[in-house]
């Protein structure tokens, strides 16, 4: 039954594959993420607090590259995608088809942690829905900045964490860097997510994935909390965990290659190294030939 199931139901079509992948792995994070923030808030803290949300999400990037790693790389975020073609790793057609991937998968998992923790909202804020405040829920789903951070600093607060986030990545993911275990990018991943959250969370949370921030936002404008999740602080929010990751992703990834992945030997550095050694290794050996013959004489 299995075998005849697999059978009917195989994607041979790359693209799809790819799609089903990004859209599953993003859902896996995303449901990880945000139901440890739903878990803490709608507890009042009882139940998860900061530590157990900052652990959520890195753990929820671990599995969600476990997911799509073998099949699409695992990117789980427009920015890491944009970043890739930049570099010319990854075809520039395939973006848009990850995006809505990414984005299906963040807005799926926003509905999931809904539904899953409906009763849980009501009971917190009796039905009204608002998004900071006492019985603020909104956050739940996107970031939302801090009173006193301006949104220049929040704006340069997304494309620092996210380039810190392209740098480490492309250094673990680098084969001809300290090349760690197939198995242990993930985690890997994961823990520098984990850290972007421990040390950098404070201005406006730490989107550094559009997908993560956009798509849950549309979900909250349509599940009742209107048009407050864009309109906060007169429109001029909304579009910051958006632009900001991207502009962050690029800078990271151009800033790891200008350090580091653009002065790796290449087959020609190495022909010439090998060179100018069998070079030396004459000049050496005629050295210590008339060395030999001094002495004799």
């Not at 753990?59 to 476990?66: P, R, S």
């Not at 340069?156 to 680098?174: E, M, R, S």
């Not at 290659?257 to 050694?277: A, I, R």
Request: net charge negative; glycine share 12%.
């Amino acid at each position: 039954m299995t075998e005849w199931l697999r059978k009917k139901l195989k994607v041979r079509n790359d693209l799809v594959r790819e799609f089903l992948a990004e859209f599953l792995g993003t859902f896996i994070l995303m449901i990880f993420g945000d139901g440890s923030v739903a878990q803490a808030v709608l507890s009042k803290q009882s139940v998860g607090n900061h530590m157990s949300i900052h652990w959520s999400w890195g753990v929820g990037v671990m599995m969600g590259v476990y997911v799509a790693g073998g099949v699409s790389g695992g990117h789980i975020n427009p920015a890491v995608s944009v970043a890739q073609a930049c570099l010319g790793r990854f075809p520039w057609k395939k973006v848009p088809l990850y995006a809505v991937a990414q984005y299906c998968g963040s807005f799926l998992a926003a509905l999931v942690v809904f539904l899953v923790y409906f009763d849980a909202i009501n009971n917190y804020d009796g039905g009204v829905r608002t998004i900071l405040g006492e019985n603020g829920t909104a956050g739940i789903w996107a970031t939302y900045p801090t009173e006193y951070v301006s949104i220049g600093t929040c704006l340069g607060d997304q494309v620092f964490g996210t380039a810190i986030l392209l740098i480490c990545v492309l250094a673990i993911t680098d084969e001809r860097n300290m090349t760690p275990h197939k198995g242990l990018v993930p985690i890997s991943i994961g823990l520098v997510v984990f850290v972007i959250g421990m040390t950098y969370g404070l201005n406006c949370g730490y989107a550094i994935n559009p997908a993560r921030d956009l798509a849950p936002r549309i979900f909250t404008a349509i599940a009742g909390w209107g048009a407050d999740p864009f309109s906060h602080r007169s429109f001029s929010y909304f579009w910051v965990p958006v632009i900001g990751p991207h502009v962050g992703a690029v800078v990271g990834a151009f800033t790891y290659q200008l350090f580091v992945g653009f002065h790796w030997p290449d087959e020609s550095d190495e022909q010439d190294l090998e060179k100018q050694n069998n070079m030396r290794k004459s000049r050496e050996a005629v050295y210590s030939d008339g060395e030999d013959k001094d002495t004799k004489f």
